[in-house]
């Protein structure tokens, strides 16, 4: 039984830090790659951060030097640190996990960004 499951998220004021949380099971997740996407109102959804398998990092234009994903491979989880946050950071952060035979998402953690 896949379950993804996305923790942390919040009301934080614009300059302030987030960690969210992607919790991980029944799925191989060291042979998986891991993302992060954010989906905020009336947009698109978009990649914010990728962690691959070998721990190799991408982030998106809006979010980079802001944003650090990291994994635990022992916990089965994966974080996304998110710090200089902006009013157009607010959106539903979503964890996707990807690999050969599996393409699963989480439920979605809101994130707001509001003084």
């Known amino acids: 039984h896949v379950h993804i499951a996305e923790s942390g998220g919040g009301l934080v004021q614009p300059g302030g830090s987030l960690t969210l949380s992607c919790a991980v099971s029944?799925?191989?997740?060291?042979?998986?790659?891991i993302s992060w996407f954010r989906q905020g109102s009336g947009n698109k959804r978009e990649s914010v951060a990728v962690?691959?398998?070998?721990?190799?990092?991408t982030y998106g234009d809006a979010v980079k030097y802001r944003l650090t994903i990291s994994r635990d491979r022992a916990k089965q989880m994966v974080f996304l640190q998110m710090s200089s946050l902006k009013p157009e950071d607010t959106a539903v952060y979503y964890c996707?996990?990807?690999?050969?035979?599996?393409?699963?998402w989480g439920q979605g953690n809101q994130v707001i960004v509001s003084s």
């Open positions: 996707n996990v990807l690999n050969d035979t599996e393409d699963r």
């Open positions: 029944g799925i191989t997740f060291n042979r998986s790659a």
């Open positions: 962690i691959g398998r070998s721990r190799g990092t």
